[in-house]
Nanobody
C-alpha cells in the first residue's frame, strides 16, 4: 500500500512561516485529490484544505484562508502546505490524506490510497 510521510514541522514564532511536505511512495498519488488535516492538542482531527488531483482547484478552511495555500507536484509525488502568518491556534499535528469531495467545498478523507501517516508537529509559540 502507498505510504504518506509528512515533514517540515517545527517550532515557529507567531507571525512566522513554515512549509510542510507530504511525500507519497507511489505515483498513484497523482490520481487522487489530496487534503491536509490537523489535530490540535486535546481535540479532534480537523480539515485544513484540499486540492484536486490536477491541482487546478483548492479549498481551505475559513480558519486558515488567506494564510495557508496548498500545492502539489505530481512528478515528485509530493503535496505541500505553505503556512504564513502562523498563530498559536495553528499548533497541531498535521497530516495529509487522500480525500473525496462530498459536495461543494466539503471534503472527506479516504483511506483508499493509504493509511494515515505519522504526521508532523507544528508548534507556534513565542
Amino acid at each position: 500500500q502507498v505510504q504518506l510521510v509528512e515533514s517540515g514541522g517545527g517550532l515557529v514564532e507567531p507571525g512566522g512561516s513554515l512549509r510542510l511536505s507530504c511525500a507519497a511512495s507511489a505515483h498513484t498519488f497523482s490520481t487522487y485529490a489530496m487534503g491536509w488535516f490537523r489535530q490540535p492538542p486535546g481535540r479532534e482531527r480537523e480539515f485544513v484544505g484540499a486540492i484536486t488531483w490536477s491541482g487546478d482547484h483548492v479549498d481551505v478552511s475559513p480558519s486558515v484562508k488567506g494564510r495557508f495555500t496548498i500545492s502539489r507536484d505530481n512528478i515528485k509525488n509530493i503535496l505541500y502546505l505553505q503556512m504564513r502568518n502562523l498563530e498559536p491556534a495553528d499548533t497541531a499535528v498535521y497530516y495529509c490524506q487522500a480525500v473525496f469531495r462530498k459536495f461543494a467545498d466539503v471534503w472527506e478523507p479516504t483511506d483508499e490510497l493509504a493509511n494515515w501517516g505519522p504526521g508532523t508537529q507544528v508548534t507556534v509559540s513565542s
